[in-house]
């Protein structure tokens, strides 16, 4: 499984970004597809994701201003962020895990600037 990131950038506090992810198998093979970041100094949490049935879950930092979306036709899942805090600085990973194997997408930056 290979996972495609794209988005990031700089922007401002309280601007928005969005982040997409595309996995080179189908969606509905993956139990969970997700984004994850890593800021520094800090170990690697869990943003948002997506779990096989459609489920999804937000950390509670982000819960309000971020959305998680897939795209089953197009094997993508999608992280719109809105109202950004310079706290949401970080590394962002596209994960997913398939049975008992977690695969990592390259990692991108996302500054938001106070």
């Known amino acids: 499984v290979q996972l495609q990131a794209s988005g990031g950038g700089l922007v401002q506090a309280g601007g928005s970004l969005r982040l997409s992810c595309a996995a080179s198998?189908?969606?509905?093979?993956?139990?969970?597809m997700g984004w994850y970041r890593e800021a520094p100094g800090k170990k690697r949490e869990m943003v948002a994701a997506?779990?096989?049935?459609?489920?999804?879950n937000y950390a509670d930092s982000v819960k309000g201003r971020f959305t998680i979306s897939r795209d089953n036709a197009k094997n993508t899942v999608d992280l719109q962020m809105n109202t950004l805090k310079p706290e949401d600085t970080a590394v962002y990973y596209c994960?997913?895990?398939?049975?008992?194997?977690?695969?990592w997408g390259q990692g991108t930056l996302v500054t938001v600037s106070s």
């Open positions: 994960g997913a895990r398939q049975l008992t194997e977690v695969y």
């Open positions: 198998v189908s969606i509905f093979t993956l139990d969970v």
């Open positions: 997506v779990i096989s049935g459609g489920n999804t």
